[in-house]
């Protein structure tokens, strides 16, 4: 993007440690709604389409540098990385993320935190139009908030934004200041490049402040300002994980209100937890206690839950899925899933087709109208169309070494308590009997039955398990018949 001619390019710090949060992870790794904080920052950015896009790095810098590649793979974007060996201060980590930047290059640099994670795009659109229309040097995003402590503060003279005093440099008077900085900022590139070099350690941190950069603007006769941002969740960053759960909250219950607004019902909103990239169609009901994590898409008109967790499902319209979990699995138009279902990666239910209770799926297509209605394992199974599998079937796909797939036809109605040992085929149209052991193909239209005939052997309980109470039972039974006998 250019700004009346000017190039943007854009650096988010996430080189900080995040001690706080008591981590093996570093704490740009850690999620809010499916996506890191590193990501949220990224993609507020990103979605303005600068120039350049610098993240820098300290802290967990290979798994971080690492997870920055993919996601500009996965977003499109490019993501520049520069390492900040040293935590210096924000002003070192911005030099920096300079240094990654073409020696000539002019324009504007906005300049957010990677542990910012609510942080949104209007917000820095925003602040990039106060930015120019003032034709300021510096414009620092602001917020008044009820609790300022530890924030650095925004003093003004008579109105005008005179600098930032951080917290532990600042007396009485400016600890009194409800209007804290951001650390959210735009700047004139030339101006912020050589105002970095004008920075000192003389603070009570003895760090590079990134935020002097106003003052010494100033002091050169150029204009700063702060925007003061309405919504201060906006400006809330991660230290610890109390701060990582508030906030994935707060930004859970945005997500949710997204999808009321857009035509979604839910019985307990509050209870309801939805993923960035989680889409809910028109109508659907969402009933208490559901989370739709990772790419899960709900077709218009679908129920979902109550007590379900669904990772990247994709459910078709109309269709219902109750107390459910399921992670990578496709649920066609019109079908129904649960209670108590077990959904594994590689599911996939045709349309009108129903998995039951207690039926757990893998690796398997069930093709349109197909129930599995109770009590099953499929696993490495392609079934056809309107066939029904009994209650209890187990698809025995692993013989220890290696996974077989079982093939069932379309119309086919397999009996109660089958055991498939595959690789197995059985044929459209084909029927089995209860119990059957299908180690065989079973041709179209063949009844499949296996074992023996049954055989009673009477009298087996009295000699082999005599004095038991069920050798009594027998017995009792047994003396009660005799005597029907006899009336
Ligand atoms: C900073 C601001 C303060 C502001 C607050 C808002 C400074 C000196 N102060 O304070 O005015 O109110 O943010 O949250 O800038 N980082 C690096 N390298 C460093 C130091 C920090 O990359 O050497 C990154 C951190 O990963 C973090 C961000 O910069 O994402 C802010 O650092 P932090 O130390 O938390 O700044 P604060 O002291 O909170
Ligand atoms: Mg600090």
């Known amino acids: 993007m250019t700004l009346a001619g000017r190039e943007l390019s854009t650096i988010v710090l996430a080189a900080g440690e995040g001690t706080r949060m008591r981590s093996r992870i570093p704490k740009m790794l850690h999620r809010i709604a499916g996506r890191t904080l590193v990501e949220h920052a990224v993609r507020a950015v990103a979605a303005l389409s600068p120039g350049h896009l610098v993240a820098v790095t300290g802290h967990g810098r290979e798994e971080v540098g690492a997870h920055l590649t993919e996601l500009g ?17 924000t002003g070192h980590a911005v030099a920096c993320g300079l ?14 935190y990677g542990d910012v994670p609510l942080l949104d795009t209007a917000t820095i659109e925003e602040l990039l139009t106060e930015h120019t229309e003032r034709g300021n040097a510096v414009t620092a995003l602001s917020a008044v908030v009820p609790d300022p402590t530890g924030y650095g503060r925004i003093v003004r003279e008579s109105g005008a934004v005179t600098g930032i005093v951080e917290h532990k440099d600042a007396n009485a008077e400016q600890r009194g200041i409800q209007e804290i900085n ?34 010494i603007a100033r002091a050169q006769g150029r204009s700063v300002g702060a925007l003061v941002c309405a919504d201060p969740w906006q400006v809330e960053g991660v230290n610890d994980r109390a701060q990582l759960a508030t906030l994935g909250a707060e930004y859970n219950r945005r997500l949710v209100r997204t999808a009321l ?19 809910l169609g028109r109508d ?3 009933e208490p206690n559901v989370q739709l994590r ?35 699995a496709v649920i066609g138009d019109g079908a129904e899933v649960g209670p108590f279902a077990y959904l594994r990666p590689g599911s996939e239910l045709g349309e009108q087709g129903k998995i039951g209770a207690y039926v757990e799926v893998k690796d398997s297509s069930i093709g349109a109208g197909t129930k599995v209605p109770h009590l099953s394992y499929i ?24 996974k077989h797939r079982t093939v069932v036809g379309s119309h086919v109605r397999m009996g109660s308590d089958n055991m498939y040992v595959a690789p197995v085929t059985v044929g459209d149209g084909a029927y089995s009997g209860a119990g059957a ?23 087996w309980v009295a000699k082999k398990r005599p004095g038991t109470a069920a050798a009594k039972a027998a017995e009792a039974a047994q003396a009660s018949a005799d005597s029907n006998d006899q009336e």
């Open 437 to 459: 052991v299908i180690r065989e193909d079973v041709p179209p239209g063949a009844l499949a039955v296996s074992g023996g005939p049954q055989r009673n052997i009477e009298g």
């Open 73 to 89: 793979e996965r977003i499109g974007a490019r993501v520049e990385t520069a390492v900040q060996e040293q935590q210096l201060g």
């Open 99 to 112: 240094a990654a930047l073409p020696e000539d290059l002019t324009g504007t640099v906005v300049v957010t």
């Open 182 to 215: 951001a650390g959210v900022y735009a700047f004139d590139l030339a101006l912020l490049r050589w105002a970095l070099g004008q920075l000192s350690t003389e603070n009570v941190q003895g760090e590079l402040y990134l935020p002097d950069v106003l003052s």
């Open 284 to 286: 659907v009901l969402v």
């Open 294 to 328: 990772g790419r899960t898409v709900v077709g218009e008109g679908a129920t979902v839950g109550p007590d379900t967790t669904l990772n990247s499902v994709r459910i078709g319209a109309g269709a219902s899925v109750v107390r459910t979990h399921g992670t990578d």
């Open 379 to 402: 696993g490495g199974a392609t079934i056809g169309e309107h066939s029904n599998i009994g209650a209890a079937s187990v698809m025995a796909n692993y013989d220890g070494t290696n």
């Open 261 to 279: 607004l857009g035509g979604v019902t839910m019985t307990d909103p509050s209870t309801v937890w939805l993923d960035a990239e989680a889409e």
